[in-house]
Every structure is written in C-alpha cells, then in structure tokens.
C-alpha cells in the first residue's frame, strides 16, 4: 500500500488516526511551505536567470544553470516543494545545501514536515535540521536527521529537539541538503514547521535516534560539536571541498567542540575514525566564515 499524506486526509483523519495536530502550536517558519520564489540572474552565467525560494539562501547563484536548488511541482501540500538535485561542477558533483535564519521567541519542543526521496546508492541520504540560538548566538537546541530510504510519497517526519532551552531564543537556523556522488539522487521537503506537538503521535520515537552521532550547530562559523559519539572512536578528521585535510586530532576534541572559525566558508567534509583509521562515521556540513 503505498504511504500518501494529505493535508486534507490529516483533516479528515483527525478522529480516526488520534492525529496530533493543534493549530495554536505551529510556529512559523517563513516560507516553510516554498510557495513563493524569485526570479534572480545567476553570478556565474549574466544573461541566465534561476530561481530561489523567498526566506532561504541557496548557491545557485554560483551554480546556475543549471540550478541544483529548484522549485517542483511535485508537492505535499499547496502548489510547489523544494527539490535539491546535484550537478557538476568543474570536476566535482555538488549537491547544493539551502538554510534559513529568522527570529523566534518560543521555545519548540519538534521540527516537523514532510519529505520524499530518490537515491542511486545505499550511501545517499538527504538531510534536515534546526538549531536553536539564544543571544549572542548561544547555542539553546537542536536536532537533525539522514533519510536514508527511498520514499515515492510525501512521508511526514517529527524530530523532537534535544538539549534544555537555557534562557529565551532568539533565533533559529533550518538546513536542508543532499548528500551523494550520483547525479541521479534528488531530495524533496515541504511544509516545515516549528511546534510543540509531532505531527503524528509516537512518530518522534520511530524517526528520531537520539544514540546516532550528529553534528551541531549546523551551518556552525564558530565552534563545532558532535552529538553522541561512537565508544570506538578515536579520532576525527576535516576535508574540504578540494579533499584537503584541513584539521585532526582525538574524537574527544569534537565531542567538546573545536573552532572552526578560521575555516573559509565552505561545505567541508567531517569523519569519525577508530584505532584502525576504520570510517565510523562521515557527514558534510556547511563550515566557517
């Protein structure tokens, strides 16, 4: 049977499903659903003209055409999502990274929307998160998480954020990306939204592994940690987008963070390595100033 989630079937559905779903516990996140884009010229290529979801920075400016970050019709709720797709650039395959900061004053107990899939390889996976910031860019919450499955519908997710809120946030930071050497792999999100109740009950426990290792604050221009860290591990080490380390040293380090604030900004990427220099753990992320 295949898995199709409507906004009017979570509706319709409320009784039938004990759907958890209160209106007054949504918070905003501007643009969350990716109904509004703007037309822009690309830097690279002047005469040619791309497309950027309002709220949200991309690089296609950089990479258009054609642009990796791209409106689709192919949607949960509404007209449009938001379809990130590779493309080659030089002699690398980039697969474009897309954040948004914006203000917020409640404190968020999930991140919630709905996402869909298509990978060429068992190691593709895309990818969201929010990070909560108190003031001078306190770091208060967080939580992301991999979709490694393919998904053929839009399939909802709940990702309940861990560590206390300390004081009153400020703001909030959502990334979304892919993650893959394919140029066929492609990954859809929509309908975001910041609340404090999941979409549908016990979806946080099913989705949610709170014993796999995640890095945080992401994107991060100052100090980087890592969440639950491998009992294996040793050591980390830091690529950039060229393949160049660019910094190493003992696993502990990263789990009590490491500066990175003389890193240029870029997509690096992060591994956790065992006494054997075995790969134990690997993820990109968006680093430095």
Known sequence: MKKIYSKNTLLISLFSLQITWSASAQMLVPNGDFESWTSKNSLSHPNSVYEDPDNWTTRNM???????????????????????????????????????SFPISDKPLYFNGYYKSSYASKADYGQVGVTIYGANNAFLATTEQPFHDNESEFTPFSLKLYNLYASTPVSATITLNLSTDSLKSTFWVDDLTLSNAPLITGMEDELMDYSAPSLYPVPCTETLFLHAMPTSATSFRIRNANGWEVASGAAAQLQQGISIKEFRSGMYLVELLDAQQKSLYRSKALLGN
């Open 62 to 100: 950089y990479y258009s055409p054609p642009a990796n970050v791209s409106k689709s019709t192919d949607h949960h709720g509404g007209k449009y999502s938001i379809k990130i797709s590779p493309i080659v650039v030089g002699n690398s395959i980039v697969a474009n990274i897309v954040t948004q």
